[in-house]
């Protein structure tokens, strides 16, 4: 189960290749303007803006191209007015999609988007159809080497709600507002983080017993995934077959 962990994959992805990390820094970028445009770009007065430069820092873009990103969001430099959008839909056995977009032309990411999934056994569903199976919350993924009981003292106090063994790493959910201080406890204490950020959990998972569909479903996800203007893809899929690779 741990080796088809969703969040186990997050972390293979930090080794990707340099077409996908390129495409990763331009998404991160993205990320980075948005939240200094929505809430200014001082990082103690806008907790979204720390959280994704430090994402952004965290997947090595360089700090003048984050500081750039910054400027174009706050005004300081000329940008692009990118809109977010979340689309919702379903993936083949009835997985229901969040699909978070930042983009400059909503009909072009709407068609893109419709496409993928129509393509690929996936539907479109209508606004709040899935959305309610989901909840905001904050993931911070740390090396498996660490010790529970040391992981639980640092992180507790701060705010963790959970700590979860995906197998070769572990999983720290928090309330939203708290991912900043567990993510500064876990620096305090030198303790490496390999990935933090705020995301939709689903509340219950799903399991399709058929692999076939399982795969399908996977491969989906990672097509949604590697358009431009798509930023983060949820689902409510229970991986749990040692088939699916």
Not at 33 to 60: C, Y
Not at 71 to 83: D, I, P
Not at 149 to 156: F, H, R
Not at 182 to 200: F, G, K, N, P, Q
């Amino acid at each position: 189960m741990s080796g088809h962990s969703k969040w186990a994959t997050i972390k293979h992805r930090k080794g990707a290749a340099d077409a996908k990390r390129g495409k990763l820094f331009a998404k991160l970028i993205k990320q980075v303007e948005v939240a200094a445009r929505s809430g200014g770009g001082d990082l103690d007065a806008n907790p979204t803006l720390r959280t994704m430069f430090q994402k952004a820092r965290d997947n090595s873009v360089p700090l003048d191209t984050i500081e750039r990103a910054v400027k174009r969001g706050t005004g300081e430099l000329e940008g692009v007015n990118y809109e977010q959008i979340t689309y919702e839909g379903y993936a083949p056995g009835g997985i229901a999609l969040l699909i978070e977009c930042l983009t400059d032309n909503r009909n072009r990411t709407s068609s893109e988007v419709r496409s993928t999934l129509t393509k690929h056994g996936g539907s479109l569903a209508e606004p709040g159809a899935v959305s309610w199976q989901f909840e905001r919350k904050g993931v911070v993924l740390v090396p498996i080497a660490v010790d529970e009981e040391e992981l639980m003292m640092v992180t507790v106090d701060a705010g963790a709600q959970d700590i979860v063994d995906e197998g070769e790493i572990w999983r720290i959910i928090t309330a939203p507002g708290d991912l900043n201080g567990v993510r500064e406890a876990l620096d305090e204490a030198e303790i490496s983080v390999e990935y933090a950020d705020l995301t939709m959990l689903p509340t219950a998972t799903v399991e399709v017993a058929d692999v076939g569909t399982q795969k399908k479903t996977l491969h989906l996800l990672d097509l949604l995934d590697d358009l431009d203007d798509v930023q983060d893809v949820q689902d409510n899929l229970a991986r749990y077959l040692d088939e699916v690779e």
